[in-house]
């Protein structure tokens, strides 16, 4: 063997030694950490399929244990997002059912009231009459509201009025049993009691 093929060896062996020390040198790719998992679902998937295929071996794997943490954390937001769902579902099954009870309680008080008015309009239906309906009933308040009061005299005017010629002028008759005498009987008794006072006088004398 000659000495061209020795060198040839001993640089192909110097190779081989570089190639594996750089090999052994060289730096391991960094774990993927929980937010860029969770940032993206499809690397997510990848890690998990890759470390489910041998769970003994990847169980301390970094990229393994940030892959199933950011699951769980998946996880819980979706059982989040799902109970929320769920009670603003609730929440609005509980609003219609709130609505359906106060309808049919309002349709039950004006069948009742309707029952009421039917009853009360055959009772007096016997007697000829007829119950007052609702819109009688707000005319009837709106006219009372309307009447105009009485009012009174001020005192003062009260006293002052009836002083007038010296006389106190009689009530107007209101039409009552009560017996009134007119200005021209008053004048025929005065003049008669004058004439019976002449004679008396005149017998005297």
Known sequence: M???????????????CGAA?????????KPR??????????????????CNA????????????NARQAVS??????DRERAKAFEA???????????TQTAAAEARRRAQEAERLREETAYLAQFGELPPSPEDDEAMAETES?????????????????????????PA????NAPTMSREESADLGAIREELQRRNDGSED
Do not use: H, W
């Not at 041998?54 to 244990?65: G, S």
């Open 2 to 16: 000659g000495p061209i093929a020795t060198l040839s060896r001993l640089r192909f062996a110097l190779l081989l």
């Open 89 to 99: 579902q609730s929440q609005r099954k509980r609003e219609a059912l709130r609505r």
């Open 146 to 170: 309307n009447v105009p009061g009485a009012v009174l005299p001020d005192p003062e005017e009260a006293d002052e009025s009836p002083a007038t010629g010296g006389e106190a002028t009689l």
């Open 73 to 78: 954390m998946l996880e819980a937001r979706e």
């Open 33 to 50: 950490s929980v937010p860029e998992l969770l940032e993206n679902p499809i690397v997510l998937e990848a890690v998990m399929v890759r």
């Open 173 to 176: 008759s209101d039409g009552g």
């Open 21 to 29: 020390l750089v090999g052994a040198c060289a730096e391991e790719p």
């Open 54 to 65: 041998n769970r003994t071996q990847t169980r301390y794997d970094a990229e393994c244990v």
